[in-house]
């Protein structure tokens, strides 16, 4: 995979990513898409969303701080993506923890088609209807086989599936990427895995015709400024401020040196 050619299509085109997300890393999710190139909009507003779905070139959701009046606004904004063709990305945060995580992912699944589904392995697990909890927001154990359960949500959802972990999976109904970039010190920093959702924003937002490949490309970059990162880093608050600096200086030279992304 060319993933360089994915992070040329974000600084070049600067898609809109429309966020409804987690208060807790709201700003962190801002800052790395503006530090990858595009533009971040968090909008949640009942009355305002769908009219900003119909900006923005992709529609991050992210239940890590739900309440039932917010799935709404999500559901709204994610039919209003749906009617514009604008891939919507929803990040099943905490799935597998309380009933009521559950029963609202589910609802934002029936009600509008989502994109991409992603989550950590216990987080996937649950959405795809296996017997499995979740730590609070942090990956319980799985004994399925992740590849599987990836692939048979994906087919079930017609959407792509993408698991985080020490080794990411990006499925779809007939391919899959492992991508094998980053480090543990992404597990040490709070809103890590809210942010990987919102680069893949804006990379499917930036490429939204192979939103699998850019998926998996938008992965690849911000775990290989993760690996660049923990370098100069003393701790979690270094690394996170070296994190956001190399999502913004990434060159071709790094990715192509340092890139692992396979099939």
């Not at 400024?225 to 923990?230: G, I, M, P």
């Amino acid at each position: 995979m060319d993933v360089y050619s994915f992070l040329e299509a974000v600084r070049e085109k600067s898609p809109v990513v429309h966020h409804l997300t987690n208060w807790v890393t709201i700003y962190d999710c801002a800052q790395v898409v503006k530090s990858f190139g595009a533009s971040p909009v968090m909008a949640h507003a009942a009355e305002e969303v769908a009219d900003m779905s119909g900006l923005a070139s992709a529609l991050v959701l992210n239940i890590g701080t739900l309440t039932a009046d917010f799935i709404e606004s999500m559901k709204i904004a994610a039919r209003a993506a749906n009617s514009h063709d604008i891939p919507v990305v929803l990040d099943v945060c905490g799935a597998g923890a309380t009933p009521f995580r559950d029963k609202k992912c589910l609802e934002l699944l029936d009600d509008a088609h989502i994109s991409i589904i992603k989550g950590n392995s216990s987080e996937i697990a649950r959405i795809a209807g296996h017997d499995v909890r979740t730590k609070g927001v942090d990956a319980g154990h799985v004994g399925s086989d992740l590849n599987g359960i990836a692939a048979e949500l994906a087919a079930l959802r017609q959407c792509t599936v993408v698991i985080t972990g020490k080794e990411d999976i990006v499925a779809d109904a007939h391919r899959a990427y492992i991508v094998r970039n980053g480090v543990d010190m992404m597990s040490h920093v709070v809103g890590t895995g809210c942010m990987a959702a919102s680069v893949i924003g804006a990379f499917v937002g930036a490429t939204p015709n192979d939103i699998t490949s850019a998926a998996a490309a938008g992965l690849c970059c911000f775990e290989i400024a993760s690996e660049l990162a923990v370098k100069k880093s003393r701790g979690p608050a270094s690394f996170k401020q070296y994190l956001l600096d190399y999502c913004f200086t990434l060159t071709k030279d790094d990715i192509v040196s340092m890139q692992k992304v396979g099939q």
